[in-house]
């Protein structure tokens, strides 16, 4: 009896440990991935790239065109988009000529390049680095930044500041102040914070110039909604700005038509209809979708982006370091570790993409140089194949492979260099 009861239990946890067992969740490359590993085997630059795809891209842009409402302009944010070619392509696309610039290299990059476009800062900057921005700025006229470029202030003190610069270099600044609508990362948290600004603007009327507010909602929708829905956060949060609006057009300093009034972002300007208080929305991110914007509203946007690096050594099996046959083990009990894949690179902000199933391993380690990559038997990749990874997020991802690789229906388009971060000029040490 005890006999049985035994082979019953064996037989219990052996079913128990059948059912435990990880799928084989891998899969070869589809139809669009292995057009792509095709291209990059037959002309790509054997190393890691960050790849474009602008049919995804063009079409993520009629998408985000026909999602502004009425009366709203969009403004498209740099630092997502960080490519002189990138941003042509987008402004073309969307009919937008609007900009937002979060860093000095990139506003003197775009002034000089894209001289009609209209810059609004999209967070203070130190009164040293808009000093800079002048410095570096081009003497053709081409660009006006007394029409064309507005500085974001979020305190007096930093407007005193940009007020001493304005006289020291002879010219008037543009100013939009920052206002918090709920995000609570800094600006003016009251409507009549608004009024010393404005009293300190309306006496430097050959220096300071007031442009508008910018209020970004990105917490609009992670409130865990237990404490507050997504519909309760927008209500709350435009409320806010509209009362802050409504303090700025009192003090008469400008025709309220003529007044930026930006905010929103990639997670949130679909909310913003027509009764916002908005005039502009901010929106780059969603034009390329990497994974942090995997969201209900953005379900529509296609991946346009994505990491393509060669495979350095394609191996049978997985076999650790030390003398336990831990490897063999694990890949036993689990299919989707019997093939092991040394890629160029790794370590990047980003997720796999495809072939499917494709998985790290927390045990040898993760690599910058030399990444380990484990799958099933089903993923056929071979050496000097590709795999592909989305950004988890654009604006630093994209600035990290050298020259972006456009490409359109299995072909190169181009390369477009990124903008640079920056480069001073002085001696060595």
Same mark, same amino acid.
Not at 351 to 380: C, H, K, W, Y
């Given at each position: 009896?005890?006999?049985?009861?035994?082979?019953?239990?064996?037989?219990?946890?052996?079913?128990?440990?059948?059912?435990?067992?990880?799928?084989?969740?891998?899969?070869?490359?589809?139809?669009?991935?292995?057009?792509? *590993?095709?291209?990059?085997?037959?002309?790509?630059?054997?190393?890691?790239?960050?790849?474009?795809?602008?049919?995804?891209?063009?079409?993520?842009?009629?998408?985000?065109?026909?999602?502004?409402?009425?009366?709203?302009?969009?403004?498209?944010?740099?630092?997502?988009?960080?490519?002189?070619?990138?941003?042509?392509?987008?402004?073309?696309?969307?009919?937008?000529?609007?900009?937002?610039?979060?860093?000095?290299?990139?506003?003197?990059?775009?002034?000089?390049?894209?001289?009609?476009?209209?810059?609004?800062?999209?967070?203070?900057?130190?009164?040293?680095?808009?000093?800079?921005?002048?410095?570096?700025?081009?003497?053709?006229?081409?660009?006006?930044?007394?029409?064309?470029?507005?500085?974001?202030?979020?305190?007096?003190?930093?407007?005193?500041?940009?007020?001493?610069?304005?006289?020291?270099?002879?010219?008037?600044?543009?100013? *939009?102040?920052?206002?918090?609508?709920?995000?609570?990362?800094?600006?003016?948290?009251?409507?009549?914070?608004?009024?010393?600004?404005?009293?300190?603007?309306?006496?430097?009327?050959?220096?300071?110039?007031?442009?508008?507010?910018?209020?970004?909602?990105?917490?609009?929708?992670?409130?865990?909604?237990?404490?507050?829905?997504? +519909?309760?956060? #927008?209500?709350?949060?435009?409320?806010?700005?509209?009362?802050?609006?409504?303090?700025?057009?009192?003090?008469?300093?400008?025709?309220?038509?003529?007044? @930026?009034?930006?905010?929103?972002?990639?997670?949130?300007?679909?909310?913003?209809?027509?009764?916002?208080?908005?005039?502009?929305?901010?929106?780059?991110?969603?034009?390329?979708?990497?994974?942090?914007?995997? #969201?209900?509203?953005?379900?529509?946007?296609?991946?346009?982006?994505?990491?393509?690096?060669?495979?350095?050594?394609?191996?049978?099996?997985?076999?650790?370091?030390?003398?336990?046959?831990?490897?063999?083990?694990?890949?036993?009990?689990?299919?989707?570790?019997?093939?092991?894949?040394?890629?160029?690179?790794?370590?990047?902000?980003?997720?796999?993409?495809?072939?499917?199933?494709?998985?790290?391993?927390?045990?040898?380690? @993760?690599?910058? *140089?030399?990444?380990?990559? *484990?799958?099933?038997?089903?993923?056929?990749? +071979?050496?000097?194949?590709?795999?592909?990874?989305?950004?988890?997020?654009?604006?630093?991802?994209? #600035?990290?492979?050298?020259?972006?690789?456009?490409?359109?229906?299995?072909?190169?388009?181009?390369?477009?260099?990124?903008?640079?971060?920056?480069?001073?000029?002085?001696?060595?040490?």
């Amino acid at each position: 009896m005890q006999r049985r009861h035994f082979l019953y239990a064996l037989i219990a946890a052996g079913t128990g440990s059948l059912l435990l067992r990880p799928a084989d969740r891998g899969a070869p490359h589809d139809g669009y991935f292995a057009a792509l *590993n095709r291209l990059l085997r037959d002309q790509g630059p054997g190393r890691p790239v960050l790849v474009v795809d602008l049919a995804r891209l063009e079409r993520n842009c009629e998408r985000l065109a026909r999602s502004i409402a009425p009366g709203k302009d969009l403004r498209i944010v740099a630092k997502s988009l960080p490519s002189i070619a990138l941003l042509e392509q987008v402004l073309r696309a969307t009919g937008s000529r609007r900009v937002m610039g979060f860093h000095q290299p990139f506003l003197n990059a775009l002034a000089s390049s894209l001289p009609q476009t209209d810059l609004l800062l999209g967070k203070p900057m130190p009164v040293r680095a808009a000093e800079q921005f002048y410095r570096k700025l081009a003497n053709d006229g081409a660009f006006d930044p007394r029409r064309q470029l507005q500085w974001l202030i979020d305190t007096p003190q930093r407007l005193a500041q940009y007020t001493q610069l304005a006289r020291t270099l002879g010219t008037r600044l543009r100013i *939009n102040l920052e206002i918090d609508v709920g995000l609570h990362r800094g600006g003016l948290t009251e409507p009549q914070q608004l009024d010393a600004l404005l009293v300190q603007i309306a006496a430097e009327p050959a220096h300071l110039e007031f442009a508008g507010l910018m209020g970004y909602d990105a917490h609009i929708g992670k409130v865990p909604p237990l404490l507050e829905s997504r +519909a309760r956060s #927008l209500e709350r949060s435009s409320a806010i700005y509209r009362n802050f609006a409504e303090q700025a057009r009192a003090h008469g300093l400008a025709a309220p038509e003529t007044l @930026t009034l930006n905010g929103a972002g990639s997670p949130t300007f679909r909310l913003h209809g027509p009764d916002s208080p908005l005039n502009e929305v901010a929106v780059g991110s969603a034009l390329l979708k990497p994974t942090d914007f995997d #969201l209900d509203l953005l379900a529509d946007f296609e991946p346009a982006a994505f990491i393509a690096t060669p495979v350095l050594k394609a191996l049978d099996g997985l076999h650790l370091p030390g003398p336990a046959p831990l490897g063999e083990m694990w890949a036993l009990w689990d299919r989707n570790r019997r093939r092991s894949f040394f890629i160029y690179g790794g370590k990047w902000m980003a997720r796999f993409a495809s072939p499917t199933g494709l998985l790290e391993n927390p045990l040898f380690g @993760t690599s910058s *140089n030399q990444a380990i990559v *484990n799958a099933s038997a089903a993923v056929d990749l +071979a050496v000097d194949d590709y795999l592909f990874l989305r950004p988890t997020q654009s604006e630093a991802v994209l #600035l990290q492979f050298g020259d972006l690789l456009a490409v359109r229906d299995e072909a190169i388009a181009g390369w477009w260099p990124v903008l640079s971060p920056g480069h001073e000029s002085g001696p060595a040490t």
